[in-house]
């Protein structure tokens, strides 16, 4: 079984040497290779070669003594840490690199902080004992007392016993401890061994390699176990291939999984690859504790689990910083972005997106040393060369005090309420959901739908329009209809209960936070001080020694992140800074903040906080301080007031109740939509009954979507009666033949068709034809679509933005002012009525000229 070994270490404290050292002496490299003379056998890139720098984790396979085991190399610089915290996700046992030159150093401190969130069992290895150094047991007082107390030499058996009761019977009784009493402790996290040795000089490389063989003899039979659950795996890492292929780095942490298998997102596993260094070995299977590349799958993400593993939560350690990717050649921002989108994959945390107000590309970094990493990787790959302008750092929102948001969402024929919880937690727990109502006031699956939707979208604050952390969510109330409710109602229900609610009790914003170390000659620490203190952060008394005063403590990214400059300016040279992420807290400057961004909530239609009841037969929209005066469902604060369900107007138009379709279903519309006519009349048949022009979709047939469907096809739905009841000339055709009416609209379309690149749909209601299923066909260049009995075109065209958003570039022509507010949540464009009569008019315009057509 394969044991799989994480090196960690703060920058220059020597990890890739060690890493050469342990596979050199375990014969799995023919020689020694150097950071400095860019050969290392796990330095691969060509950056990381140029700059003496890990930056992207990597395995390498080597077998000690009867063991197989995996070393995974991390980054050690700060800027890079996403990367490494990400491959903690694989590790079975992790290696914590100390300098015996420098001691323990703040990102020393975070990395021990990551492995204890992860239960991970940790060897610390004290490296550059053959330069100058403080001793070892000076160096073990200084990382009991930096790291934990439970950390010991794992030469003094005397100290090892001391952790456990039983390990101390065993000791007195006979001098010694065993190899599985140790394996126990190391495996529980209730010691942390300490060897030292130096990585340059092959010392004590030798012992490390013994005791990281032992521990993984000891764990055979844990692991053996394994192999036989159910399949389970972890998702680590994404690394492009170009040309749309792609690794997916993979620790299988049950079960098995083979070549041709199939995944549980129904995606099928081409290759399995082991990879040692930037060589790599086919397989045909991969077993429990293997670390192993996929090939085939293209819609995995790092984090993800799969099989019998969940996903895991966010990274603790992310960006702080955002910024503009700004193109210094004539690339189109527009253009560059899909390509671009793709850095995401492999790095979430760049959270790459499409700013469409300001037309920019915004990219989330760590800090420089990212910066310029990713500017020469866009430049090589993707041949833009690009510059990084810095906008600000991210801020956040929470709220001070607990609230219970209500939304409620009624258009005709839906119905959904949700009253949510919502209680400030301590600072970086994130966001948390649970539910505290009966099923018999809210069915189960409803709640879970509430809970989806609470987790899958980030929901932002009312002050500057940035992402929520730190709130409890607690699903405490609900109400659907057994006719009315389908699943899209309880998302904008939750939505809007979330944004009631922080509209009714405020959010504070919250900027990041750097703890920092800085080093000064004793003369300067006063500057050093006040400097600090002008920044808003705080501090400890300093310490001296030798001459040299050192300041550690915290504050505002946003005013300390360039201080290095300014205080290399005044020391000369002599002062050095350390910055590492220490979460979110409150923002030294909120009022400032709030007014240069800009944001105002009520604005914001994307998130809108107002709800939607239904009143005498038409919608009301209700805004948000409104809510709770006309919410179906008592909150908590009046659960004394009651009202019977049955009390509650259904609301129905007199064309009946919607009946959904299906994705597939619609899919299938599309497909039949685009070849039923081929050969045949286009001018035959304008109503809905005709053979020869409508083809029906049989309710149990089981349509495959096509596989080749371009990105972003775009879509001109059109609400058909809508628009002829908007439009003068066609309303006189209605009131003649309903027939010639829709005749004449479908021409018209046709002819916009022509000068456009839309694929139009034109809907029409049939809900009134008794046992009418839902029928399409092709009329000239375009496509018509006739609902069901007791379907709308609004239903229709809803249900269709909401399972194709994503897929689709979706534009739909409608007047109707409930079904905007739904289309506009599901992500497609609107355009009125009126907006689509002038842009047709304006192109029959554009075609007379363009063909010099003269009108009477």
Known sequence: MNFTWGILAHVDAGKTTLSESILFNAKAIASLGRVDHGDAFLDTDMQEKNRGITIFSKPAVFSYGANEMTLLDTPGHVDFATETERALWALDGAILLISGTDG????????????????????????????????????????????????????????????????????????????????????????????????????????????????????????????????????????????????????????????????????????????????????????????????????????QGLGV?????????????????????????????????????EDPSLNVTWDASLEQIKINLMGQVQTEILTQRIENELSYKVE????????????????????????LRHYAEAHILMEPLEPSSGIQVEANVSTDELALNWQRLIETHILEKEHVGVAVGAPITDIKFTIVGGRAHIKHTEGGDFREATYRAIRQGLMEAGTRVLEPYFKFEIAVPGNMIGRVMTDIQNMNGTFDAPDEADGVSILVGRAPASTIRNYQVQLATFTKGEGRISLIYDGYDACHNEAEVIEASGYNPDEDVDNPASSVFCSHGAGDIAPWYEVKEKCHVPCMVDKNATQDFDEIPTKRMNHGVDEWLDPDEIDKILHMATHSNHGKNPKKGWHYGDGDRVRRVDSDYVYKAPKEIKAKEKYLLVDGYNLIYAWPELKEVLDVNLDGARGKLLDILSNYKAMTDYNVIAVFDAYRVKGHEVTASDYLNIHQVFTAEAQTADAYIERFTHEHGKKYDITVVTSDGLEQVIIRGAGARLISSREFIQEVEQKAVELRNMYDIEMD
């Open 104 to 303: 323990v150093q703040p990102h020393t401190r975070t990395l021990f902080s990551l492995l204890k969130k992860f239960q991970i069992p940790t060897i610390i290895f004290v490296n550059k004992m053959d330069m100058e150094n403080a001793g070892a047991d000076s160096l073990i007082a200084n990382i009991k007392s930096e790291l934990a107390d439970n950390c010991v030499d794992l030469a003094d058996k005397e100290a090892i016993a001391s952790e456990s009761e039983a390990a101390m019977e065993e000791y007195f009784e006979t001098g010694s401890i065993s190899d599985a009493t140790v394996s126990e402790l190391f495996n529980s996290r209730k010691i942390y061994p300490i060897l030292f040795g130096s990585a340059l000089k092959n010392d004590g490389v030798d012992e490390l390699l013994s005791f990281m063989s032992l521990m993984a003899s000891e764990n055979q039979d844990r692991m053996k176990a394994r192999e036989l659950e159910d399949f389970g795996a972890r998702v680590y890492k994404i690394e492009s291939l170009g040309r749309d292929s792609r690794l997916t780095f993979t620790k299988i942490t049950s079960g098995s999984i083979k070549v041709k298998d199939v995944l549980p997102n129904g995606e099928k596993v081409d290759q399995i690859r082991v990879y040692s260094g930037n060589k790599y070995e086919q397989v045909d299977e991969a077993k429990a504790f293997d670390i192993v590349a996929l090939v085939g799958p293209k819609e995995t993400f790092a984090g």
């Open 388 to 411: 990084f302008v810095e906008c600000g750092v991210l801020y956040k929102e929470t709220i001070a005090a607990a609230v219970e948001g209500v939304g409620h969402f009624e258009p």
């Open 309 to 345: 593993e969940n996903d895991r939560e966010e990274l603790s350690l992310t960006p702080v910083l955002q910024y503009q990717i700004s193109f210094l050649d004539d690339t189109i921002p527009r253009v560059a972005f899909p390509n671009l989108m793709n850095l995401n994959q």
